[in-house]
Every structure is written in structure tokens, then in C-alpha cells.
């Protein structure tokens, strides 16, 4: 007897950043996007020339030029299923056993969603950063990628040379991604232009130590960010405040790698959870490895990166009628009788789908940031020996 407690849940601070939008059926299994750049000036831009206007009888004109920049994606599909539940095990269940199992598939679908566009910022953006030895590796060493790239790698920097990132090193790139990259930044909540950051609890309170803030950023442990809160419903921002131009946001399961592969140069990344047996079943408990990895990747996003788009509801055409599909990730009962397994009707499960494409917009606008974790100071202090 007694109530089943709901299922962990996990914040998401990837979901939102994204703008979306909805793909048409029936257009192409790979679609084109194109993508306006700044004009090319056919003068100089430090001392443009300029006429007497009662000598210009002639044409005296300079020639610009435009371009564009073309990508390319498509759909791609995740299906999964919950456990097969038998009706006979429902007289043994506890009361809302089902319901909190319901809601625990909700709740992964969704850490699911977040993984997708966090993972897919990382690879596809067009421009990276390694935090390494400045003795060794200048900035632009450190940086990789471009304006209009996209798929760009990390630095080919040894593990042995990359450090832990500092606010100093974040609000570098901030600034180059705003007077070289022309990033644009968030504008809400009264005009505030901002940066967003996403990184692990750690690395911001890193930042706080080294700029000794108090009082500017003291909601990061409260959660109390309110720009923009009607768009952003489903995850509070860590500050209240845009200090410097970047807001904070925390993920609490960040990208924690455990080595380089010295041939691509990509980070070797150690999954967040591992199946421990209970009660009745396997559950998700926090990867060790995952704890006490190496290093970790945050980002420093600006506006307009991807869109992520879902498909059109295609149900078919003339006498093809198929049933809806769950693009969005909806969980859906299955539950069929038939001739051989399931004769008395005893099985179900839940299946679920989900459909999106991404959309590329400006993938230099999100910088991925691979850097190492250090030992923190812990603050204690040992005690003096005293007494006889």
C-alpha cells in the first residue's frame, strides 16, 4: 500500500534556445537551404571615396557584390518503446504505479530532445574553442571555423596542453563572436542584448570565484531569471542579470569526455548514466566515470543558430491512409489482440517517435568549448594541533 513517488527529473536548458518551425511533407529527402550573406563593399570601408557632385557627369560608380551560402539537411527519426506490461501484474501494482511510469518515459523523451540539439550544436557548429596553455597556444590557435562553416573540428590541440576555462577566456570569444562573427544576441526582457552560456554548475561557480561577484550573481544558485520568461517556460535561467553581456545557464548532466582521440581531435565522451538492477527492473543511476571525468564541453550561444524543424502530419493520399505519426515525441498505448502471443489480450506498451531536422541558419553563432576540469578548492582548512 501507499503512493509511488514520481520519477527524478533533470533540467533542460538546450530545449529553448532553438527557434522551430515545421517541414512540408512531400518536398525532398534532402533539402537545400540557403542563406544570404553581408554584401561585399566594391570600396574601402576605412575612407570610402567620395566626388564633387558637379564632376560627377560620368558614372563614377563602384560595383558590390552579394552572395549566399548553401546547406544542406534532412529528417531523421528516433523510435523507442517502454516495457511490455502484463494486465495480470496490474493487481500486485502499487496505487499510480502506472501513471509515475508514464511520467518517467515523459521525462526521458524530453532528456532525450535535450541530448539531440545539444549534441547537434556541438557537431555541426561552425566554429570551436579549446581552452589551452596560453604559453603555448595563442587564441587564434585555440579557435577553429568561421563565418558560413559549418562541421568544424577542434583545434588539434594535445590533451596534455588544454586547461580549464576562466570568464576572461569566455568573454574573449564573446567579444569576438560579436565584432568579427557579427553575432547576433538575445534581446529580451526590455532590449538587454546577451550572450547565453550553458555549462556545468562547476564552471560557473568557477567564474564567480574569479570575479569575486556577489551580488550581480547571486541568483545563480536561486534560479531567479526573468528575461524572457514567457518563452522560456520550461527552464529558469541561472541569472537575473546579464553580467558583462552573457547569461548563465546550468546543465545538470554537461558533456564530460575522458580522452582525446588524437586522430580526429574529437573529445571521447563517458555516458551520464548505468543500469543498476531494483525492485523490478533496471533504473538509471549516476555513471562514477561520468563524476569524476577529465574534462567537460560547454557553449556560448548567440541567436539564430539552427532551427529545429518537425514534419507535416502526413496521413497519405488516395487510398494510402496511414495513421498519424508521432513526430513529436508523444507517447502512444499499443495494444493489439491477436492469434498468437497476445490471444487474451494481456500486453501493452508505450511507443514513441521522434522526427525533427535541423535547420541550418548560422552555425557560427553557438561555439562549443572543450576545456579540462580542475580540482576546486574544497575551502577546508586543516586545524592546528592543540590541547596536551
Known sequence: MGQIAKALALNSPFVNVLDGGVLPAGVSD????????????????????????KDLCCPGTTTEQTATTEYTYSLGTKRGRGPKICVKGAYAAYK???????????????QY?????????????GVKYVCSDPAVYSFSQSLTGGESQ????????????IAQLSFKTLHKIARYMHEVLLVEGFEEGGGNFHYRFIGGSDIIEEFRT?????????????????????ALTSYAWESNVAY??????????????????????????????????????NAARTNPSWVSALGEVAFLIGKSTFERLVPERFTGEGSFKFSPQLALGELQWHYVIDNL????????????EITRAYRPVRPANVVPILFKRCVQDSGILSCPATGS
Not at 96 to 109: N, V
Open 210 to 230: 574569479e570575479l569575486n561577484v556577489k551580488e550581480v550573481l547571486i541568483a545563480l544558485t536561486t534560479g531567479g531569471f526573468k528575461f524572457g520568461e514567457k
Open 341 to 352: 502471443d497476445n490471444q487474451y489480450g494481456d500486453f501493452g506498451w508505450h511507443l514513441y
Open 150 to 161: 559549418i562541421d568544424t573540428a577542434f583545434a588539434a590541440i594535445p590533451e596534455a596542453n
Open 244 to 281: 558583462r553581456g552573457i547569461v548563465m545557464g546550468i546543465d545538470q548532466r554537461p558533456l564530460r569526455w575522458s580522452s582525446i582521440d588524437p586522430v580526429a581531435h574529437f573529445p571521447v565522451f563517458v555516458e551520464p548514466q548505468v543500469s543498476v538492477a531494483t525492485t523490478t527492473g
Open 113 to 125: 530532445y535535450n541530448a539531440d540539439v545539444r549534441y547537434t550544436l556541438l557537431s555541426r557548429s
Open 30 to 53: 534532402t533539402v537545400r537551404s540557403v542563406i544570404q550573406e553581408q554584401a561585399l563593399a566594391g570600396d574601402s570601408l576605412v575612407n570610402p571615396a567620395f566626388v564633387a557632385t
Open 96 to 110: 499510480g504505479s502506472y501513471l509515475m511510469a508514464e511520467d518517467s518515459l515523459k521525462k526521458l523523451i524530453t
